[in-house]
């Protein structure tokens, strides 16, 4: 995703170093090939322009032209409306709300327990990991039936859970044997193009054997 220096990008990505919901973002803008300006963003020690695009001063941000828009799973159905090739959204209105439904899970379910995997409260960390541990173990006889989290198609759903698989060994989450299948269904996104160019040299460090 290169751009002559005197093409200035459309479109403008302020992305954390190691922020899963800013990877998953650039999974999609990878994947789609879309032409963006990514500006990565320390998160200790925030741009001030920043603050000033979104109210809530996170990453990922997304500014394209006079457009501002922040939480990535909005962003991310925006850039598959917007350059709709390739689809990463199913066609049907029944498979697109479930997809959006598995995205909600994610986020609420799993997602949320970064906080407590990251942060310093040690009996906090261990019950985070054993949910996430349980969870993915629970989804995982799905990938024996189907290569991706919706069927035979890579979407917005596989960009949204391949995140969490890449930082288990990083966060101390070892799956069982019976999630064999999520860990098999895991190198198989990671092989993907897409999802290697979207790697920060900081989530290249999490996994240094897959270099």
Known sequence: MTTPAARKPIMTLYSGTTDPYSHR??????????????????????????????PYNQVPTMVDRDLVLYESNIINEYL???????????VDPVSRARARLMLIRFDRDWYSLIP?????????????????????????????????????????????????????DHWDV??????KSILEYGDRVFARKSFKLALTEAEKAMRPRSR
């Open 116 to 168: 407590d995997i990251t942060g310093g409260d040690k009996k906090a960390a261990t019950r985070a990991r054993h949910a996430l541990r349980d969870g993915l173990t629970v989804i995982s006889p799905i990938f024996k039936e189907q290569a991706f989290a919706m069927g035979e198609e890579f979407s917005l759903v596989d960009c949204s859970l391949a995140p969490l698989l890449w930082r288990l």
């Open 25 to 54: 973002t650039r999974i999609v803008l990878y994947e789609k090939d879309i032409e963006c300006q990514i500006v990565e963003v320390d998160i200790n020690k925030k741009p001030r322009e920043l603050g000033e695009l979104n």
């Open 80 to 90: 598959d409306e917007r350059l709709p090739h390739p689809p990463l959204m199913p």
């Open 174 to 179: 070892e799956l069982p044997r019976q999630a």
